[in-house]
């Protein structure tokens, strides 16, 4: 269980208390990319990397060889959530399995299963991209699904999950950088992946 964090000290102790009481017994990495709100945990990056960095960073401190990303600001999410995204992995039916989650401020579908930071996949698939990893920030997501354009990918739905809005975290001006700099990098992803 890897989840990259980034000043979410208001929802990750709750996604913590859901995955650790999990029995399937995960083994959980949390990466602090930078965080300054005093969500300080377990592997604590010095400064603000981004989301691929930080993945990446969970990656090489995991032992596991089934990787389920979580985000560090969902809520409502339950063990049979948990089950639905690791089921299809575990039985051998597909190689990635996407959350689709909601957006809490407007319950709508959140991003586009595509871009979704709720995923399950194999470690022997993602292990050689390692660095490249590293260096796509919020387009680590639109990465990890052209490793897996010819693989098996499924999406399963999450009706009771919720991304936070950056806009109930952040300040206006924050929320709308950040907003910015997500689909820059999004879209820096897609354009690599016409180009190939």
């Known amino acids: 269980m890897i989840i990259p964090i980034f000043n979410e000290e208001k929802t990750i102790g ?3 208390k859901i995955v650790g009481s999990w029995p399937m017994q995960p083994e ?3 990466v602090d990319d930078g965080s300054t709100d005093g969500s300080d945990l377990f592997v604590k ?3 603000n990397h981004g989301k691929g960095w930080a993945l990446a960073q969970g990656i090489k401190e995991s032992g596991g060889e089934v990787l389920m990303f979580l985000d560090g600001d969902i809520v409502g999410l339950t063990h049979k959530d948990l089950e639905k995204l690791i089921a299809p992995i575990l039985n051998n039916r597909v190689d990635m399995v996407l959350g689709a989650v909601r957006f809490l401020r407007f319950k709508l579908l959140g991003p586009v ?3 979704s930071g709720v995923r399950v996949v194999l ?3 993602v292990d050689s991209h390692f660095e490249t990893m590293k260096t796509t920030g919020y387009g680590v997501e639109m990465l990890l699904n052209k490793i897996h354009a010819n693989l098996r990918v499924m999406t399963v739905d999450l009706p009771t999950v919720y991304i936070v809005d950056k806009l109930k975290k952040q300040s206006i001006g924050v929320a709308l950088t950040s907003y910015i ?3 820059e990098e999004v879209g820096k992803q897609i354009l690599a992946g016409w180009k190939t």
């Open 14 to 16: 709750d996604v913590i």
């Open 28 to 30: 959980i990495v949390v």
């Open 45 to 47: 990056l010095k400064q």
């Open 113 to 115: 299963p595509a871009i």
């Open 123 to 125: 470690r022997k698939n």
């Open 181 to 183: 700099k997500e689909w």
